[in-house]
């Protein structure tokens, strides 16, 4: 065994890239196989098992019985709880178990409420050797404890204490009579021994002290960890089969043995193999093979099958591979319009192979978790497509098996992985039977996977009214509209048939009526133009939303449109103002004639209103142009007033800043549609109306603000650039610089240039830099 | 007076002379150790010193989140053995830290308690050294950040520097991709940069050649060095490995073997340049391989780290960078010699400015 050497050691060497291609945490997934509902408890907590990092949690999983007070519970041969004798083995210290020994009131009080100080008070010698064996292993136990602080570079074992713990344990040892307690003096004095790193005393120790023949319990098995570990340095074959013996043996070892043993070359294993006792332990081996990153479990489970198919490990390495199954076949993101299965896992020759391991565990009258097999080889036959097989299979599994709630699900299951078209009809079906069906209906994961599923279909049928509104309330995406989406939705609310109840579930659950879809589609429309400055097409869209609905809606009549969003945003004297308390409305003051309803159609009107003015009367053109450059950079991705056409979150009333990071988290089954990659803006519209304003322009003070804002709108062209923080050498487009130099040049003498000067920093630096 | 003038006349011609041809050092060579142990053969040992090697990136320890205990622990740590170079040797302490345990740490106390724990046992650690040995000025992190942990690692950086004052330099590792979009990754708050030139083909595809280094990927990636804020030095490639492909997905890497392995060994079947199948379960290089499982294996070419150099050179303008060679092993001495080691380092050396 000349390579033996802890497998999490050398798996973390091999490689300074980690590959978690299985056990990636944050591959989401449908899981529609219960794997913790094993038949043995203490393997659940295996099912997470990965080399050097330990174990999973999980609130199923038992703890392993604690094997150690159940040693201790023969030996007393009462009626003891264990909860006693845990508060007296772990929990109290050496003072108070010091105490308890000499001071019999002090026993007395506690004996009261503890059964094992109860038999302490009855019989005298077991309170003294007990208690004395107690101390002993307190001591013992402080220099266990210690080394186990990975951070503290000082947290040391102490080899003198140690050395004199060994020398007492040995003296108690020749002199105790107590079989029981012998035999735990003896696993003390070995693990000294261990810990002082004396290899030749471990072995010489063991076999003293346990030599050929002796009972093989609890004690006996911690000791031949020790001796194992001693092996396992001196590359011993028998290392790792004594590893093997102690797994079987104490469930509460697993996972250390675990992580002792491992093989680098096939000799090694095969020697140690040969030297196992019982095929158990081979299964061991197997096990821990098929534990391994990137092991082929198939394979580890086929070699356990063949010589142990009760073992409880078979269920264990079946459960995780159908974990790593349907993290593959059932992803919660989907790279395309491609129904579940996902990843062609129903043309994976391994999950044939399984299934057939699967379908003879099943079929073995000699196995008792029979539905275990019986369900994994439904699921496995679900996701290869055959669907007939694993529904017969499913069918049989009674109400009252352990598995029955999970094969009515995994019937569901197979009904939305059969669908090859989805029609009216069976889309009907499918809804009511998941509205309505007890076992199925607050399953929450199905709920989910039928919206995928739906989705899926529904898009690969170009019908992407009804995959949207299966997904989606109308306004869950209302900053990304879409002309086609919109327009298809339109299509399906007219077409729709409310007969059907899917279709009127999309209707009525996700618009309320056919008249307020349409409304909610006639704004969204009227929006979508707005926000590109197609006013006439605004206005024609708004015009349709009927009354009621321009009265209810919070997003046709914006809080944003009401005050503020003429507002010069120059300098920043109303950064702590809300919007509210902002009184800049002049420009409905100064022309009365203009639309006051504050809503999306008197917005979009006001627009249309001073472009026409701006037309009509070029003595104030420039002033008209300058006023539509404001609003429309209020309305960008800096400006104070997003929400007023952009359906934006607000910042508590007070302005909305537009994120560059805000990525829409949306069902990935809709990846690579454009409606959902990202929020339409464009500096130009503002751009253009400041451009036109400097052109038409007498004023130098208005020309200076013009530039001034022009610079503004330019900053807005790489959004990603200016909100980086990090970011000390910002670039900006060619407009940016030549609109500061324009200002510099030839309007330092205006008192708007004075105010930018003393009130903002990128000019302040551009005119020092310049 | 003539003797002065002529000694004016020397020293203005030394001046003169060397203002015209500055006499420029190689930049330096450095490598990075990458093992449980530091335990440096003689033929290591004498490798370095053809190199007039001074300086050694040395993995301490890694840092892992540990899901039973719920928190950041160091693992695999360095156990000191043997290095004597017989003169002093810098030694940078380098902590790889998993982005996924980055992503698991509550901010900001969570991180916080991470530095201070790292800060305590790298001291610990550093005060066992030979003061007479080896110095240590510089600490190096190495962790692939994404957006999602960029701000837990940007603040344990800054934890550290306030809990390790004794330290002069902090360096990190970059890699191409945070260069090119290093205002989207943002740049961790250190003193100095290492790119890691390699690993930077597509594991996964399956007509990728060489993963640890494809030169046609890579110069999709050198842009921004002329205006990236931090000084970077280079780090290449002095490895090889296998990946391993299980029904054609990627399973992981097995590190230093080589064709010539495979070749020699009847478990193994060649279907193609570099590519094998697996004929019968087995051991490989201490990792159970599964027959039909298939093996890529990849290694580096003396061309294209002369190759490699001359593209960096190019990106990086009239910046100058050292090279720190990854990693040290004497399997990789056996492979690469010193000659092409210096000429990669010489042909970095600026022109003369006549």
Known sequence: MKKLILVFLASLLSSNISFTCWFDDSAVHYSFFDTEELSDPTMILFLDYEAGLGLGYSEK????????????????????????????????????????????????????????????????????????????????????????????????????????????????????????????????????????????????????????????????????????????????????????????????RRNSCLNSFSFTNSDDWNASLKLCRSNEEKAVFYTMRGLQPNASMIEELEEISAIAPESPMMELLAARYIRQVQQLAFPTYVSEAKTYPQNDMEKSENLRRFKNLLKKMAENKSIKNRHFWSLADAYCGLILRDFNAANQTLAAIPANSTYYAQAQTLLYVAKLLALTNLDAESAEKLWVEIQENEKIKYNETLIQFFKDVFSLHYQKQADIARAYLTYFNPYDNKGRLDLNLLEALEKFVDNCNLKNKYDAFLIEGRYGSISEAKNILNEQKGVYYLQRNMLDKAIECFSKCDEQHKKVSPYFESLYLN???????????????????????????????????????????????????????????????????????????????????????????????????????????????????????????????????????????????????????????????TQNIWNDTPQYSKRYYEAFKDLKSNFANTAFYKDILRECTDFGDYVNRN | MKFNSFLQLLILGIFFWAGCSPKKENPAIAFYHWKAEMDISQAEMDYMDSLSVRRLYVRFFDVLFDKERQTAVPVSQLDWKFFDMGRKMEIVPVVFITNSCMGKLAYPQGVDSLAKNMSEKLRSMIAKLDTVRFNVKELQLDCDWTLETQSNYFKLIEDLKKYMPEISKFSATIRLHQVKYFTTTGVPPVDEGVLMFYNMGDIGKDKEKNSILNLQKAKTYLENFD???????????????????????????????????????????????????????????????????????????????????????????????????????????????????????????AKPQI
């Open chain 1, 61 to 252: 999983a038992k703890d392993a019985e604690d094997a150690n007070l159940s040693d201790w519970k023969k030996y007393l041969k009462a009626k003891v709880s264990e909860t006693d004798l845990a508060a007296l083995i772990y929990t109290m210290t050496y003072d108070e178990i010091a105490k308890l020994q000499k001071d019999r009131i002090a026993l007395s009080k506690a004996a009261a409420g503890n059964t094992v100080l109860a038999l302490w008070l009855s019989d005298t010698a077991l309170k003294k050797n007990m208690g004395n064996y107690l101390l002993f292993a307190k001591k013992c136990e402080e220099q266990a404890l210690k080394g186990s602080d990975y951070w503290n570079e000082d947290d040391k074992k102490d080899l003198n204490q140690l050395k004199k713990l060994s020398d007492e344990g040995q003296k108690v040892y020749n002199k105790e009579k107590d079989k029981f307690l012998k035999n735990r003096y003896a696993f003390q004095v070995i693990r000294a021994a261990f810990y002082m790193q004396k290899n030749d005393d471990v072995l010489s120790l063991f076999d003293r002290f346990f030599p050929k023949g002796t009972e093989e319990n609890y004690i006996y098995f911690r000791a031949l960890e020790l001796k194992a570990g001693v092996q396992r340095i001196r590359q011993d074959d028998e290392a790792a089969a004594n590893y093997a013996r102690v797994f079987v043996n104490c469930p509460d």
């Open chain 1, 563 to 721: 005050k503020s969003i003429w507002f010069e945003s120059v300098i920043h004297p109303y950064f702590n103002v809300a919007i509210a308390e902002q009184n800049v409305s002049f420009l409905y003051e100064k022309y009365p004639e203009l639309k006051r309803d504050f809503n999306l159609l008197s917005y979009a009107q006001t627009l249309k209103a001073l472009e026409t003015k701006a037309a009509n009367e070029p003595a104030k053109a420039a002033e008209y142009y300058y006023l539509l450059g404001i609003a429309w950079y209020n309305t960008g991705v800096q400006g104070w007033h997003r929400p007023a056409i952009y359906y934006s979150e607000s910042n508590e009333g007070n302005y909305a800043w537009w994120s560059a990071d805000d990525k829409l988290e949306s069902p990935k089954v809709f990846k690579g549609y454009d409606w959902l990659s990202d929020r339409y803006y464009t500096p130009d519209i503002a751009g253009s109306y400041f451009e036109k304003s400097l052109k038409s322009s007498g004023n130098d003070e208005l020309k200076a603000k013009a530039l001034y804002m022009l610079a503004k709108v330019e900053k807005t062209r790489d959004l990603e650039q």
């Open chain 2, 227 to 349: 205006v990236y804020p931090l000084k970077l030095d280079i780090a290449l490639p002095l490895f090889s490995w296998a990946v391993q492909f299980r029904e054609n997905k990627v399973l992981q890497l097995i590190n230093d073997l080589s064709a010539d392995d495979l070749d020699r060994d009847l478990n193994f079947k060649k279907l193609e340049e570099n590519r094998y199948l697996v004929l019968n379960s087995c051991f490989i290089k201490g990792i159970y391989v599964y027959k039909n499982d298939q093996l890529r294996t990849e290694g580096i070419k003396e061309a294209d780290l002369m190759k490699s150099v001359k593209l960096l050179k190019k990106a990086f303008g009239s910046k100058s960078f050292n090279l720190i060679f990854y990693h040290l092993d004497d399997h990789i001495v056996k492979q690469f010699k010193p000659n092409l080691i210096k000429s990669l380092s010489g042909n970095l050396q």
